[in-house]
T-cell receptor, first 111, second 114 residues
Framework: RKEVEQDPGPFNVPEGATVAFNCTYSNSASQSFFWYRQDCRKEPKLLMSVYSSGNEDGRFTAQLNRASQYISLLIRDSKLSDSATYLCVVNVNNYGQNFVFGPGTRLSVLP | ETGVTQSPTHLIKTRGQQVTLRCSSQSGHNTVSWYQQALGQGPQFIFQYYREEENGRGNFPPRFSGLQFPNYSSELNVNALELDDSALYLC?????????????FGSGTQLSVL
C-alpha cells in the first residue's frame, strides 16, 4: 500500500460547482498534513495546512480524521482558476524525509 | 515568488552522461530537499540537506548525490543517466528539519534523457 493515496481523477466540473478531494495515509504516526496546488509544469505551492479541528480558507475547507487516516479538501463555488492538480502531503516524521506527497488529483473547471 | 531559484530550467542529456542541478534556497532557510517528479505523479523525495550534511534519503540509487554549501545553496548530481531519470527535479527550502515547517519550491529543472 502506498503511503499517501488520492482520488485518481481527473475531475471535470462546471464553474460554480462544489468538488471534494479525498486522501488517505498509511502511517498512523503522521504528524502534520497539507494540501498543495500544482499548476501544469509549475512547482507545487502550499494551499493550506490541515488541522485536526478542520479549517477553512475562503472557498476551501480541509478536514482531517486521524482515526480513519483520512484527509479531505472541499472547494465551493469553483472558479476557472482553480483548475490545477491538488497534492495531498503528509509529514510521516521519518528522519530526514519529512514530507510524502500523494500522486495528486487533477481538477478541470469548465466554463 | 518563493525566493528559491533553480538552474537550469531545462536540460537535455543522453544516456550515460552526468548532470548537475543547482538550487539557491530562500533567505534564512537552512534546509534543502530535492524531489523527482515524473509526469503524472507526485514528487518523490530524493534527499535532504541540513547545515551541509545529508539528513535523510529516499529510495534512490547512489548515483544520485548532493551537496549543500555554507550559504545553504545546494547541488544535485546524477551520474550514468538513464532514460527513466527524465523528470522535473524540484528543490524545496525550509527553515527547520522537523516536520512542522512549510516547503517552498523552486520552479524546477526539467531534465530530458535521450
Amino acid at each position: 500500500r502506498k503511503e499517501v493515496e488520492q482520488d485518481p481523477g481527473p475531475f471535470n466540473v462546471p464553474e460554480g460547482a462544489t468538488v471534494a478531494f479525498n486522501c488517505t495515509y498509511s502511517n498512523s504516526a503522521s504528524q502534520s498534513f497539507f494540501w498543495y496546488r500544482q499548476d501544469c509544469r509549475k512547482e507545487p505551492k502550499l494551499l493550506m495546512s490541515v488541522y485536526s479541528s478542520g479549517n477553512e480558507d475562503g472557498r476551501f475547507t480541509a478536514q482531517l480524521n486521524r482515526a480513519s487516516q483520512y484527509i479531505s479538501l472541499l472547494i465551493r463555488d469553483s472558479k476557472l482558476s482553480d483548475s490545477a492538480t491538488y497534492l495531498c502531503v503528509v509529514n510521516v516524521n521519518n528522519y530526514g524525509q519529512n514530507f510524502v506527497f500523494g500522486p495528486g488529483t487533477r481538477l478541470s473547471v469548465l466554463p | 515568488e518563493t525566493g528559491v531559484t533553480q538552474s537550469p530550467t531545462h536540460l537535455i542529456k543522453t544516456r550515460g552522461q552526468q548532470v548537475t542541478l543547482r538550487c539557491s534556497s530562500q533567505s534564512g532557510h537552512n534546509t534543502v530537499s530535492w524531489y523527482q517528479q515524473a509526469l503524472g505523479q507526485g514528487p518523490q523525495f530524493i534527499f535532504q540537506y541540513y547545515r551541509e550534511e545529508e539528513n535523510g534519503r529516499g529510495n534512490f540509487p547512489p548515483r544520485f548525490s548532493g551537496l549543500q554549501f555554507p550559504n545553504y545553496s545546494s547541488e544535485l548530481n546524477v551520474n550514468a543517466l538513464e532514460l527513466d531519470d527524465s523528470a522535473l527535479y524540484l528543490c524545496a527550502s525550509s527553515l527547520a528539519r522537523d516536520g512542522n515547517e512549510k516547503l517552498f519550491f523552486g520552479s524546477g529543472t526539467q531534465l530530458s534523457v535521450l
